[in-house]
């Protein structure tokens, strides 16, 4: 399960994996676009679904899912809708890493007992100084109940809006940050 399925990118490896999946994201546009990426052939018989719904409030029963795989927003960085009521990427840090709490008890309900929960989160810079937003977003993960089995590093520079980054970096003083954070949690 992806509760943040975005451009669809875990909809489409789970078919190629020939893994049953099902998505969730708040915004409209994100469940249509997930949906006709995984219009395509692929040998295997596998179930994808793909529905609006928040990720603090899954239409799933309790101890249901076998693998999480999240890439939830970043807290006011990366605005993913002007005005779609629950977007966590509108809120300021306080309240995200509240809201995050709801998300990680949601899915700490979802998911079956001893398995697991993959979140990548990075961390964010607010009036030139570092948030930990990765390693609080963890923390809240383990606040509702998960024990963290491995952290795995990311390198972050590879996209789109890399070189603007740099750009700016240079012009305002300041470096960038280099990492996200694959948390893989146990239930």
Do not use: H, M, Q
């Given at each position: 399960m992806d509760p943040f399925?975005?451009?669809?990118?875990?909809?489409?490896?789970?078919?190629?994996?020939?893994?049953?999946?099902?998505?969730?994201?708040?915004?409209?546009?994100?469940?249509?676009?997930?949906?006709?990426?995984?219009?395509?052939?692929?040998?295997?018989?596998?179930?994808?679904?793909?529905?609006?719904?928040?990720?603090r409030k899954l239409p799933l029963g309790d101890n249901s899912v076998d693998l999480i795989c999240a890439h939830p927003p970043y807290a006011d960085i990366i605005h993913y809708s002007d005005d779609i009521e629950g977007d966590l990427s509108l809120l300021p840090i306080k309240d995200f890493l509240f809201e995050i709490g709801k998300v990680a008890d949601e899915f700490h309900r979802v998911l079956k007992k001893d398995k697991f929960c993959a979140i990548l989160m990075g961390d964010i810079r607010k009036k030139g100084m570092v948030q930990p937003l990765a390693f609080e977003t963890m923390r809240v993960f383990e606040l509702a109940g998960f024990k963290t089995k491995e952290i795995v590093i990311k390198e972050q520079h590879n996209c789109k809006a890399t070189g603007y980054w740099k750009t700016n970096s240079i012009k305002y003083n300041f470096l960038l940050l280099a990492h996200e954070y694959l948390f893989v949690l146990k239930k």
């Open positions: 399925v975005g451009g669809g990118t875990t909809a489409v490896e789970a078919k190629l994996t020939k893994r049953n999946f099902i998505g969730f994201d708040i915004n409209p546009s994100a469940v249509e676009l997930s949906r006709k990426k995984c219009e395509f052939e692929y040998d295997g018989n596998v179930s994808s679904v793909i529905k609006v719904a928040d990720a």
